[in-house]
Structure formats: structure tokens, C-alpha cells
């Protein structure tokens, strides 16, 4: 079902983002099946028909952060997870381009793309707004959408659309005028494997291909090993399809702004009386130094240094929920097992086996999820029940907004956001008078 070749040998050094697709049917046990799977095999998971509560409110997984749309008394139709353990590039909400219930764009940067790479997440259904006109998403968002041909464009969507194009038993097109259209506009190109199916309904025994990838011309080839995992067992009609962004390799440092220090087991007075020895040394190697900002480089270093010795990082680890189980682990097995079963006998006795261990499987999770964060709550002493916050907190991270400058150019990365809020909060008449010796002196001080 692999489209392309992941083990090219051109792209033997090369900077690999794993990306997850799936439509969770508005279910909470499947997003929780959905990222059990995802753990460790996945760096961006890609959610249609996403689990939502009161205020868009939905799950948390210790191992991802989300990112969803900005609006209001609007159910989220989809939603984007990015893992925490992912450092080689750097996800950011586009909500200027589209905000939407059913649309989302992000932005993946990394310092070797030269231009971002734009990903939108799509779900193609009728406007949950009564009082909007009815059309779909394709029609009302996607079409408002217009790109440059320089743009790096991924589109991962849950069409609910038939073309012969990606699924050759279609002979009537639906849903599909307004998407060829812009399709073809931008010069996109179809990743899909036609006549994969990713959706198979077991209760009907019917089959369709609903969820496609497109990418702009210049991204074509860099979209590798598309395919359906048919080990990934979410209890849904519809498949999990994986694909591989594959970047040119950087080679990359350690941010020790993003560093995860562990403060609480620093030496304090080890650490300053280390400073205090190599003080008179740095002083007069900095005296040297003629450039203030080679001055500072210089004591950034010496800093940089005397921390790597006596702090440590805390150890970052991908963790899965903390009350999934071996239970739940053998349950999902043997309903795996089972669909296997079925499909190669396709009678009402093995159909209604499935039935029976699916449901069986969901008030599993329920019990078990429940049982866990009462005996955590009942057990836990002091302080410790603070502990429950780091499992309930919203896992959504804030990032600064978008900065326009006066010449009305749009600043994305963290460094360009700087610049341009700095020269607007200090004219260039501004003059400040600095004493260089004396702020390297204080700043060792």
C-alpha cells in the first residue's frame, strides 16, 4: 500500500516528521486509542471528528501537546497533536490564514526549510451554524484560501468526497467541483494510493476512499511511504494512515532557553563558588576582547559551561497514560483478532462477536480510568495532591501572536517577532550610553 520508497537513498540524510491521520467519530475512547498508537511511532497526530466537551474542551496526553482553532460556541471539528519530544522543528498555529471549527492550518519550520511548510487540516461537512449559509467546508473555507506558487502546501483532510481520481469504481462525482477546482488552481498533487480504501463499514460491508493528502508541486517529493497500518486498532471504520515529511538534515544544538533544568537538586554553593575561582580569569580574557559582543558571547559560554556542571537536565521521556493497562493492551489484541476473524468469514456470528468485545473494550477504559483517579485521589498525602494538575492542565501552549511591522509584513519566527517589537517600543533616535566594562563586571558580579 506504500506508495513511495521512506528508504530512498537520496534522502539518506535527511530529517524525518511522522505524521498520523485519522477521523475518531467524536469518541473519546478512540482519541485515547488513537494516541496509545500513536506514542512513540508518530510526531504530528492529525484528528478529524476529534473528542470535544463543554467549551471545546477535549483530552490530554502526556506525551503531545494540541492545537486547535480559536473560535467560539463551536464545536472543534478537528485538531492537531505534536509531540513533545519533537525538537528538530517547531509547529505554529496559523489562525490568520483560516480559524475555523473545520479547517486549521500550522506552519513547521525547522532552520533548513527556507520556506515554512504549510499543513491544513480539514474536515469537509456543512456548517454547524444554523443561521450560516449551508455549505461545506471545501466551498466555505478552503476556496478563500489563495497561495503563491512558492508555498510549501500539505492538505490532510476527511474529504467526504468520491472522484475517479483516487477511487476508480466512482462513475458520478460528489462533493469534488469546488476541491478540483482549487486543486488545480495551486497545482497540487494527490499523495493517495488510488483505490486504497481508508474507510470500511462492517456493519453494511461497504468501502470508500474519504481521506486524501494533497501537496503543492514543490512538496511532492518529499512526501514519502503513504500507507494504511493495519495493526493500528482504534475500534473504527476508519483506517489510520500514516506518511513520512522528509526535510534536508540540520545539524542542530541544544536551546538552553528550552532546557529542562531540575532546580531542585542544584548545589547552589558549589555552583557559585565555582564562579567566584574562574571570576579573575574571565575578567582578564574579556579585557582582551575588544568586541562587546564577542565579550558577551564569551561570558554566555563561561556560564553555559559552569551549568552543564553543576545542573542537571531533567530527563524527558515519552510516557503513555498512567492507568492504560496490560488489561486494556490483551483487550485490544483480541478485538483485533476478531475483525481479522470476521473478515475472512463475513457472517452475523463473528459480526456480533466484534460488537459485543467492542463495547466491552469502551466500558473497560471507562472503569478503568475511573478506578485509577479515585485510588489516586483517596491515597495521595500533603502536597502531593497538587500532582493531579499536572495530568488535568490544558495542554494547549500559547504562543505570541502574530507581529505585522509598518510595512505591514507578517513576522513568524521568534527572533523576527523580537526584532520588529523592539525597533517599535525604541525609535532609532533613542542613543543609550553603555559603560561596556562596567556591565561585564556587574554581570559577573
Known amino acids: 500500500m506504500s506508495q513511495n520508497n521512506a528508504n530512498d537513498e537520496s534522502f539518506a540524510n535527511t530529517l524525518n516528521i511522522r505524521i498520523l491521520q485519522h477521523n475518531c467519530a467524536r469518541s473519546m475512547q478512540i482519541m485515547h486509542a488513537c ?60 489562525s490568520d490564514i483560516v480559524n475555523s471549527e473545520d479547517m486549521q492550518a500550522i506552519s513547521i519550520t525547522n532552520n533548513k526549510i527556507q ?14 451554524n444554523a443561521d450560516d449559509e449551508q455549505l461545506y467546508t ?20 476527511d474529504f467526504n468526497a468520491h472522484h475517479s481520481w483516487w477511487n476508480a469504481k466512482i462513475s458520478n462525482s460528489i462533493r469534488t467541483k469546488a476541491l478540483i477546482k482549487w486543486v488545480n488552481l495551486h497545482k497540487c498533487n494527490l499523495i493517495n494510493t488510488s483505490d486504497i480504501n481508508t474507510y470500511y463499514s462492517y456493519s453494511d460491508q461497504s468501502s470508500s476512499v474519504l481521506d486524501l493528502v494533497f501537496t503543492s508541486k514543490n512538496m511532492h517529493n518529499h512526501i514519502k511511504n503513504w500507507h494504511i497500518d493495519e495493526n493500528a486498532n482504534t475500534e473504527f471504520n476508519y483506517k489510520v494512515i500514516l506518511f513520512t515529511i522528509v526535510t534536508k538534515k540540520v545539524k542542530l544544538i541544544e536551546n538552553s532557553l528550552n532546557a529542562s533544568y531540575n532546580l531542585q537538586k542544584v548545589n547552589w554553593k558549589d555552583f557559585n563558588e565555582h564562579l567566584q575561582k574562574t571570576k579573575d580569569k574571565m575578567i582578564v ?25 553543576f545542573v542537571f537536565k531533567q530527563q524527558i521521556c515519552v510516557k503513555s497514560k498512567l492507568w492504560w493497562n496490560n488489561e486494556l493492551i490483551e483487550m485490544q489484541k483480541t478485538l483485533l483478532s476478531k475483525k481479522r476473524i470476521w473478515k475472512r468469514c463475513r457472517n452475523d456470528d463473528a459480526w456480533a462477536e466484534i460488537v459485543q468485545m467492542q463495547n466491552s473494550y469502551h466500558d473497560a477504559i471507562k472503569l478503568i480510568k475511573n478506578q485509577f483517579w479515585t485510588n ?33 509584513e507578517l513576522k513568524i519566527e521568534f527572533n523576527k517577532k523580537c526584532e520588529t517589537f523592539l525597533k517599535a517600543m525604541y525609535s532609532s533616535s533613542l542613543k543609550i550610553q553603555i559603560n561596556e566594562e562596567l556591565l561585564l563586571n556587574e554581570s559577573i558580579q
Open 35 to 94: 494516541m496509545k498508537f500513536a506514542k512513540n511511532k508518530t510526531d504530528i497526530v492529525i484528528l478529524q471528528e476529534s473528542w470535544m466537551k463543554d467549551e471545546n474542551i477535549t483530552i490530554s496526553h502526556l506525551s503531545f501537546i494540541y492545537i486547535k482553532s480559536n473560535v467560539q460556541n463551536t464545536r472543534v471539528r478537528v485538531l492537531i497533536f505534536v509531540a513533545k519530544n519533537a525538537k528538530k522543528f517547531t509547529c505554529t498555529s496559523r
Open 115 to 128: 520556506r515554512e511548510i504549510l499543513l491544513f487540516n480539514i474536515y469537509n461537512k456543512k456548517s454547524q
Open 138 to 157: 471545501i466551498e466555505r473555507e478552503l476556496a478563500k484560501v489563495m497561495l503563491n506558487s512558492e508555498q510549501k502546501v500539505i492538505i490532510v483532510e
Open 285 to 309: 580574557k574579556m579585557q582582551r576582547i575588544t568586541s562587546l559582543k564577542a565579550k558577551v558571547i564569551y561570558l554566555t559560554e563561561c556560564i553555559k559551561n559552569t551549568v552543564k556542571l
Open 376 to 408: 489516586f485521589l483517596n491515597n495521595v498525602k500533603e502536597k502531593e495532591v497538587f500532582q493531579i494538575y499536572k495530568f488535568t492542565k490544558s495542554c494547549l501552549i500559547e504562543k505570541l501572536s502574530l507581529i505585522q511591522n509598518l510595512q505591514k
